[in-house]
Antibody
Framework: QVQLQESGPGLVRPSETLSLTCTVSGDSIITYYWSWIRQPAGKGLEWIGRIYDTGITHYNPSLNGRITLSVDRSTNQFSLKLTSVTAADTAVYYC????????????????WGQGTTVTVS | QSALTQPPSVSGSPGQSVTISCTGTSSDVGNYNRVSWYQQPPGTAPKVIIYEVSNRPSGVPDRFSGSKSGNTASLTISGLQAEDEADYYCCSSTDRATWVFGGGTKLTVL
């Protein structure tokens, strides 16, 4: 079965760049969209952005151009970089598959990683 | 982009039904049938329970149902069970090819 695993530093200094990687196992990263979603402690979910295996991206405009997503087909991974972080970026960061128009579950985030906590301090 | 509007909390007794609303605009919920719902028990990752307004993934009980009218989508849970206690989030695509979540609703089973 398809599994996603986030990895990266748990602590980032203010004004620096947060970098996370999501490793996809059990299936190819090709022909799917892949997203990042975050959740501050005790708060709701926020969609960060998504990337297609060809590199097409869509970003949350409220993050003011601080996001860059990339994909590496050779390692079956996709990554997030968030620049100029502040305490407001402290959250659990999830990677997820989707949304896309095909598959058994369409236009939804159908598979999620377990999440990784990132603290900006 | 603004979050979709959900009630902060709902509650019900075992066996009863509850409905959670999710209100957006004509630029998101009202313009697309790409509304999904997620269940998140404490300390776990979200899990999709409804996609494209009213479809259930394999393995999700038919006690969970979704609908939409205008700019408002709804999730109904019938025959409430203790295991349904969790946070629930709606999500929709938008006119800008982005995705927006609701603020979340905490369901308490009394």
């Amino acid at each position: 079965q398809v599994q996603l695993q986030e990895s990266g530093p748990g602590l980032v200094r203010p004004s620096e760049t947060l970098s996370l990687t999501c490793t996809v196992s059990g299936d190819s990263i090709i022909t799917y969209y892949w997203s990042w979603i975050r959740q501050p402690a005790g708060k709701g979910l926020e969609w960060i952005g998504r990337i297609y295996d060809t590199g097409i991206t869509h970003y949350n405009p409220s993050l003011n151009g601080r996001i860059t997503l990339s994909v590496d087909r050779s390692t079956n991974q996709f990554s997030l970089k968030l620049t100029s972080v502040t305490a407001a970026d402290t959250a659990v960061y999830y990677c997820a598959r989707g949304p896309h128009y095909y598959g058994s579950v369409t236009w939804a985030f159908d598979i999620w990683g377990q999440g990784t906590t990132v603290t900006v301090s | 982009q603004s979050a979709l509007t959900q009630p902060p909390s709902v509650s019900g007794s075992p066996g009863q039904s509850v409905t959670i609303s999710c209100t957006g605009t004509s630029s998101d919920v009202g313009n697309y049938n790409r509304v999904s719902w997620y269940q998140q028990p404490p300390g776990t990752a979200p899990k999709v329970i409804i996609y494209e307004v009213s479809n259930r993934p394999s393995g999700v009980p038919d006690r969970f149902s979704g609908s939409k009218s205008g700019n408002t989508a709804s999730l109904t849970i019938s025959g409430l069970q203790a295991e349904d206690e969790a946070d629930y989030y709606c999500c929709s695509s938008t006119d800008r090819a982005t995705w927006v979540f609701g603020g979340g609703t905490k369901l308490t089973v009394l």
